[in-house]
């Protein structure tokens, strides 16, 4: 199992990439498919949030789908023990889902799911939402409402319950995929309480 350490905008002490290779070294036994763990180091240079001033985001990269967690804290070793907690979390409801009985039904499997995301993201809200600042009538969360990253995944085309489980284990609020069924790009997403949509994109001939 490779780890790579990197930092964003920040320089990474050697001492805490031999703290990142013991902390996670357990991973490949909970997860016996792993091929590598990306982990990324961030630093915020805002002294109003020196309380989440170290970001610290693992990626885990195996044979099945991508699993990530990220967390902050006053430091990066706090931050690190934070993210890999999530992601240890993450790794053994993976495992108890793939034991589930075959006849378990999506909508059933869909709301249990929908269940679990809604309390783990409201426990992250509170113990990560970040300052809000008022400049008039508008309310800025963090240093600006302008937030841009982008990232490129290879297209798997799979079926719809696969994409709403695909999404959970990332824990974003929707998933891009390609459909398996009608081969059109499309989008699966959280709605209000344990409601979820879907979204396809036809290319107009």
């Known amino acids: 199992m490779d780890i790579v350490v990197k930092g964003r905008k920040t320089e990474v002490p050697e001492r805490f990439r ?18 590598s763990l990306d982990v990324e180091l961030s630093k915020e240079r805002n002294p109003r949030q020196a309380e989440r001033s170290d970001r610290v985001e693992i990626t885990l990269l195996s044979k099945g789908p991508v699993i990530r967690a990220e967390a902050c804290a006053p430091d990066p070793y706090a ?18 889902r793939r034991r589930m009985h075959r006849t ?27 300052p809000l600042t008022r400049i008039g009538s508008l309310e800025i969360e963090g ?39 009608t081969g059109q790009p499309s989008v699966v997403y959280r709605r209000h309480g344990y409601d979820y949509g879907v979204i396809h994109l036809k290319l107009e001939e």
Do not use: C, N, W
């Open 18 to 35: 031999k703290h990142v290779a013991e902390k996670l070294e357990h991973i490949q036994k909970l997860d016996g498919k792993v091929i």
């Open 143 to 181: 240093e600006g409402p302008l937030i841009v990253r982008e990232k490129t995944h290879a297209a798997v085309p799979m079926a719809l319950d696969q994409a709403f489980y695909e999404m959970e284990l990332v824990g974003h609020d929707f998933y891009l995929f390609m459909d398996s069924d």
């Open 104 to 130: 378990l039904s999506v909508a059933e499997a869909s709301a249990q799911m929908a269940e679990e995301a809604e309390a783990q993201a409201a426990a992250d809200h509170e113990s990560q939402a970040p």
């Open 79 to 96: 931050a690190l023990d934070l993210a890999s907690a999530k992601l240890d979390a993450q790794l053994r409801k993976a495992a108890d």
